[in-house]
Nanobody, 112 residues
């Protein structure tokens, strides 16, 4: 069973930065992909960024150039550096670690 512990959410003004972290434990050695999704009120959960064990990444168009995903395989931790935040980035951010492995979510609120 995979356990995911997220941290780093909070309240920030537009233009500011936050860094999310997700530490994984459990049977994760065979899981190649990890990343972040988000869900704003009244909207469906959407992909933010994914990263594979080899380092390749995918980003939502809305965050390209502002967000950077990285992964420390030794620490089994995935990060999301979020810069130039906008009010429309406000959402609950969920860590994803392959299959049906999801974190509990962390709130990110960007004020205008």
């Amino acid at each position: 069973q995979v356990k995911l512990v997220e941290s780093g959410g909070g309240l920030v003004q537009a233009g500011g930065s936050l860094r999310l972290s997700c530490a994984a434990s459990g049977i994760i050695f065979s899981i190649n992909v990890s990343g972040w999704y988000r869900q704003a009120p009244g909207k469906q959960r959407e992909l933010v960024a994914l990263i594979r064990a080899g380092g390749s990444t995918n980003y939502a168009d809305s965050v390209k150039g502002r967000f950077t995903i990285s992964r420390d395989n030794a620490k089994n931790t995935v990060y999301l550096q979020m810069n130039s935040l906008k009010p429309e980035d406000t959402a609950v951010y969920y860590c994803y670690w392959g299959g049906s492995n999801w974190g509990q979510g962390t709130q990110v609120t960007v004020s205008s």
